[in-house]
């Protein structure tokens, strides 16, 4: 596609359900990062996905957190037991692999809110 | 360690003035700086960037930014505002020998632009 998508684009759910958000990144890209937006404050890191490589899950902030991505397309981000802190934007970006001193720009999607009644 | 402080969560300009959005950074490594805007239910889009070249940097829709380093800052200016910047802007800073974990955004400037 033209860009990164990511569905849905809005998903309420009751506290302690599970949810899982997609991301559809650009077609060639093989760095796949997933953000959290807070209202009001910058995007949180939470995963990295480069190639075949073992992703980068420091930023995930609990168990309740995971994420997987198959080769270099789609990656799903599972929240499980959802709470009401986890209310936020969902934001993915792909990129060409971005390593050392070069830098690749990161392609955002539009994000999915979650909102955790 | 890296931080990037945005010194105003709200910037309002008239239709036709300059916009500054201030940003200054700390970084224990020399940085790799850049500016991303986000639009309502829009994808953040790179700005500019800045990556050890020159000091000021021009980016899309006649915004540039300046590099400097006594000062810490990396503050975003366009001279006359259009009604379509307005928008939500985000500096964000990269330690240059840091992996993508790296990265760390700012708070966000909230821009509105009266007509």
């Known amino acids: 596609g033209a860009g990164v998508s990511q569905s849905p684009s809005n998903k309420v759910t009751e506290k302690g359900k599970d949810v899982e958000l997609r991301c559809d990144p650009i077609?060639?890209?093989?760095?796949l990062y997933w953000y959290r937006q807070r209202l009001g404050q910058g995007l949180e890191f939470l995963i990295y996905?480069?190639?075949?490589?073992?992703?980068?899950k420091s930023g995930l902030p609990s168990d309740r957190f995971s994420a997987e991505r198959t080769g270099e397309s789609v990656s799903t981000l599972t929240i499980q037991r959802t709470q009401q802190e986890d209310s936020a934007v969902y934001l993915c970006?792909?990129?060409?692999?971005?390593?050392?001193?070069?830098?690749?720009?990161?392609?955002f999607g539009p994000g999915t809110r979650l909102t955790v009644l | 360690a890296q931080s990037v402080t945005q010194l105003d969560s709200h910037v309002s300009v008239s239709e036709g003035t300059p916009v500054l959005l201030r940003c200054n950074y700390s970084?224990?490594?020399?940085?790799?700086l850049f500016w991303y805007v986000q639009h309502p239910n829009k994808g953040l889009q790179l700005l500019l960037k800045?990556?050890?070249?020159?000091?000021l940097v021009k980016g899309i829709n006649g915004f540039e930014a300046e590099f400097k380093k006594s000062e810490t800052s990396f503050h975003l200016t366009k001279p006359s505002a259009h009604m379509s910047d307005a928008a939500e802007y985000f500096c964000?800073?990269?330690?240059?020998?840091?992996?993508?974990?790296?990265?760390?955004f700012g708070s966000g400037t909230q821009l509105t632009v009266l007509p």
């Open positions: 970006a792909s990129s060409l692999v971005s390593s050392g001193t070069s830098y690749n720009e990161q392609f």
């Open positions: 077609s060639g890209h093989t760095a």
């Open positions: 996905f480069q190639g075949n490589s073992a992703p980068d």
């Open positions: 970084s224990s490594y020399s940085p790799s």
């Open positions: 800045y990556t050890s070249a020159a000091t």
């Open positions: 964000v800073v990269r330690a240059r020998s840091g992996s993508a974990r790296q990265l760390t």
